[in-house]
């Protein structure tokens, strides 16, 4: 990780705020995420209509509530302690993108594997959140397109702004991308038409030699979404109120 704080990997050009690290993680620690994700016990899938996902620890109940229990270990470390060691700015050493969280840290990781032609609709995240989400990706790039609402309100069909977001790198998005803008993930085989004009990142990218005419063909990408669940319940604290009875 080659910067010193995430004022220094803000994203230029867009609403307030995004900020991309290309080499978040290292190559080992990317093999190893992957080779977690495999080899989790298959009830862990769910298969989605254009993907399929792992959520960690587990589901949220219809009311948007977080079952107490803990992120495995894998899930951690490196990727949250080095969240939390990287402060916002270097004014502030102290601060860092989850220190106004309700937990201080992520207590939910959504693992989403996308093959070729895969992808998400532009959608919000919602108000079960804290408005910060973090995604460190794997395997392959993709952009995301960053989607506003047309004057009757419907989503624009075509992205305002993208990002690629290269394997191994972290993507933080948060402020009014998170509550005014839709993100999401188009169903294409191959990324097209990429350039410092259109990809809003491309001074931050780690491998822009990479992309040829323009063109990114895309191969298995798989992604760890990291957010703060506002709304935890604690299972043991409800068995206890019964116990006193
Ligand atoms: O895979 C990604 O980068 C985006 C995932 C996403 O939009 C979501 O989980 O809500």
Excluded at 4 to 18: D, F
Aim: proline content about 7%; charged content about 25%; overall charge negative.
């Amino acid at each position: 990780m080659a910067v010193s704080s995430l004022e220094e990997a803000r994203v230029k050009g867009l609403p307030s705020s995004a900020f991309y690290i290309a080499d978040f993680i290292t190559e080992e620690e990317e093999q190893m995420l992957l080779s977690k994700i495999a080899t989790a016990p298959k009830p862990r899938w769910k298969q989605l209509a254009h993907r399929r996902i792992q959520v960690w620890p587990s589901d949220l109940s219809k009311n948007n509530t977080l079952l107490d229990s803990s992120l495995p270990n894998w899930l951690v470390d490196p990727i949250i302690s080095r969240m939390q060691s990287l402060p916002i700015s270097t004014t502030d050493p102290q601060s860092h993108i989850f220190s106004d969280s309700p937990h201080g840290a992520p207590n939910l990781v959504l693992i989403n594997e996308y093959q070729p032609g895969e992808g998400i609709m532009p959608h919000k995240d919602g108000v079960a959140y804290h408005p910060v989400v973090c995604t460190v990706s794997l395997g392959s790039s993709l952009t995301l397109g960053i989607h506003g609402k047309n004057e009757s309100g419907s989503t624009e069909s075509e992205p305002r702004w993208r990002i690629l977001q290269e394997p191994r790198s972290l993507l933080i998005t948060t402020g009014e991308l998170y509550t005014d803008f839709l993100h999401g993930i188009a169903e294409i085989t191959e990324d097209v038409s990429l350039s410092p004009d259109t990809v809003s990142n491309w001074d931050l990218l780690r491998s822009p030699d990479r992309i040829i005419d323009g063109r990114h063909q895309r191969e298995t990408r798989t992604s760890l979404t990291y957010r703060d669940v506002l709304k935890v319940t604690k299972l043991g604290s409800k068995f206890g109120a019964l116990g006193k009875r």
